[in-house]
C-alpha cells in the first residue's frame, strides 16, 4: 500500500475530487456515530458468514454472496465520501445479487440458463424473462414476506434517488444562488455532512441488512452457527 500521496497529487480536477472524497471518508469516521458504526457491523456480518463458508447449498450461491458483500462495500465508500447520488445504483447492486442467490436457490435450473446467457440471442433472451425483477421479487414473497416488504420499497428507492436518472436524482443535489437578474443551479458532485449525505449512509445500511436477511433464508445454517443471525436481529431493531 502506498502510505503517502505522490507529488503530484490532486494537480487536476480528478485528483481534486477524489481527494476531497476521501477527506469526507475520514470525516464519517470521525464525525457520524450513528450509521457509519452500523456499517461496520453490517460488514462484519458478511465477513463472518463468507470466511468460514464450506460446501454452500448450490454452485452459485456463494458467488452471488461475495458479489453482494463487494457492492455493499462499495456503496459504503462512495457514501462516505459524500457520492450521495452516485451510492444508488451501486448499493443496489447490493441487494440484486441477494435477490438473484435466492432466485437461482429455489430453482436450481436457473444456474444453467444464467450461465449460458451469452451463448446466443436465445439464451440471453432466456435470461432476461427467467430473471425479470418481478420474477425474482416473486420468488422472494413466497420464501419470505416480510423481506419482500421491505426489499421492495428499499429497492424502489435506488431507483428514484440514481439507480434511474429520476427526479430525486437530480432534486436531491441541486442548489440555487439567486443574484441580480440571475439564477445559478448548481449540482453537488460531494456533499459531507449534510441531509443527503446521511441519506445515502442510512440506505446503505438498510440495503446491507436487507440483502443478509435475503441471504439468511439460503445459508441459514451458516448465519446460526456463526451467530449473524442475532446480530441481524438487533441491526432491525436500530435500523
Known sequence: MVK?????????????????????????????????????????????????LIDPPGFLEGFFLMRSHAAFRA????????????????????????LYALHVNRDPRLGEVWLRRHES?????KVRQE??????????EEVDSHAFKVAGSLYQRTIDFGGH???RAITSSMGVKKGEGSHHYMQDYLSGGTMPHRHALKSSAQIG?????????????????????????????VL
Open 209 to 237: 441488512l436487507c440483502a443478509l436477511l435475503v441471504l439468511e433464508n439460503i445459508f441459514h445454517a451458516r448465519f446460526e452457527s456463526a451467530g449473524v443471525g442475532d446480530r441481524l436481529i438487533y441491526l432491525k431493531s
Open 165 to 167: 436518472p429520476n427526479e
Open 131 to 140: 430473471f425479470k425483477h418481478s420474477k425474482i421479487m416473486k420468488t422472494l
Open 4 to 52: 503517502e500521496f505522490p507529488d503530484d497529487w490532486a494537480g487536476n480536477a480528478l485528483t481534486a475530487h477524489v481527494d476531497v472524497a476521501i477527506g469526507n471518508m475520514m470525516a464519517t469516521t470521525v464525525k457520524n456515530s450513528t450509521e457509519y458504526p452500523l456499517l461496520i457491523e453490517l460488514d462484519s456480518c458478511y465477513e463472518t458468514v463468507i470466511r468460514g
Open 121 to 125: 440471442e436465445s439464451t440471453e433472451a
Open 75 to 98: 456503496g459504503c465508500m462512495l457514501a462516505m465520501g459524500g457520492h450521495n447520488t452516485e451510492t444508488f445504483p451501486i448499493i443496489r447492486n447490493c441487494l440484486e445479487y441477494a
